[in-house]
């Protein structure tokens, strides 16, 4: 992430990358059709951002040039809610999905989820990578429940 931007998702498809110096938009995407119901940057490349969306995939964006997709990513049976790189691994990501999902990737190795974790009876739609302990991730959801654990794919 550079310095005084940020990215944000629209229920209009489209990515937009505002720069809080300029305070003005300086990158538009489309993204699909539907919603982009969220984005997260990188953490291993400024670069690159992952959104997820309605359309139920999960897409890499290299900002330098955005006219299409670094990877896309589907398996997902419902629209994603949240998408987060991994801190530790450079092509991991996790994500989480209104089909009650929790799922981890490898966008350099498949297009399909390494690992898919249900342990919710309701929608998940909150995730987190553990900056601190590697492999270990967190999610919650409407069940009203926090899950603290360690995937098998990440250690």
Known sequence: MLQNTFCCAGADGKLRIWD???????SEINICSGDVLTCAWSNHDSNIIITGGSDCSIKGWDMRNSHSCVFELKGCGYPVRKVQSSPH????????????STCIWDWQVSE????????????????????????????????????????KSLR
């Open 112 to 151: 399909s989820p390494i690992e898919v974790i249900k342990h919710h009876s309701e929608f998940v739609y909150g995730l987190d990578f553990n900056r601190h302990h590697p492999g270990q991730l967190s999610d919650c959801g409407w069940d009203s429940l926090v899950h603290v654990f360690n995937p």
């Open 20 to 26: 809080t110096a300029l305070t003005r938009i300086v």
């Open 89 to 100: 691994l450079r092509s991991s990501l996790a994500s989480v999905s209104y089909d009650m």
